[in-house]
């Protein structure tokens, strides 16, 4: 599944917003994007025990990092990269801010594309993370070390990516 080729539905209202795209294409878009969530449900509904393994390893993941650093946290920088336009898992991080979203759906352990978070150092003001994306074979799997810094709103954003 590639929700790449176009953006969140967050960047689509702003650019509907901004008067860049007219509210037809904004919704052709968004439904696309819930096609291709639709397509990912589905093929866990007819294959439940790769469905049940997935979330497992999710669970235990969100789980690491909850203990290590705190939920707020870690959805304040999956959101600060929800809006990097060219960050392929931003599709799946985009409502990273609603609490009613459990925390482990954001990541994903082997359904391509992946999105891992392998290192994760965060101060109040500064983070640095490294996270593995895209392909599940780890050959082709891109590794990222992404640096966060707080901005004068408060909130955290990407300043420095680079590839490992």
């Known amino acids: 599944m590639k929700?790449?080729?176009?953006?969140?539905?967050?960047?689509?209202?702003l650019q509907w917003q901004e008067g860049e795209i007219e509210r037809e294409e904004m919704h052709r878009l968004?439904?696309?994007?819930?096609?291709?969530?639709?397509?990912?449900?589905?093929?866990f509904h007819f294959n439940p025990i790769a469905g049940y393994i997935e979330g497992l390893l999710n669970k235990r993941a969100a789980r690491r990092l909850v203990r290590e650093h705190?939920?707020?946290?870690?959805?304040?920088?999956?959101?600060?990269?929800?809006?990097?336009?060219d960050f392929e898992p931003g599709a799946f991080l985009w409502n990273a801010d609603h609490w009613d979203v459990a925390?482990?759906?954001?990541?994903?352990?082997?359904?391509?594309?992946?999105?891992?978070?392998?290192?994760?150092?965060?101060?109040?003001?500064?983070?640095?993370?490294?996270?593995?994306?895209?392909?599940?074979?780890?050959?082709?799997?891109?590794?990222?070390?992404?640096?966060?810094?707080?901005?004068?709103?408060?909130e955290m954003e990407v300043v420095k990516r680079e590839n490992v």
């Open 30 to 43: 968004m439904g696309e994007h819930q096609k291709e969530l639709l397509k990912e449900a589905d093929y």
């Open 103 to 154: 925390l482990h759906a954001f990541f994903r352990t082997r359904t391509e594309p992946v999105f891992r978070v392998r290192e994760l150092m965060v101060k109040s003001s500064r983070a640095v993370m490294l996270v593995e994306h895209g392909s599940a074979r780890k050959s082709e799997t891109r590794r990222e070390r992404l640096t966060f810094k707080r901005h004068w709103k408060g």
């Open 3 to 13: 929700l790449a080729p176009f953006p969140t539905p967050r960047n689509l209202i």
């Open 70 to 85: 705190g939920e707020a946290q870690i959805r304040e920088l999956f959101q600060a990269l929800s809006w990097l336009h």
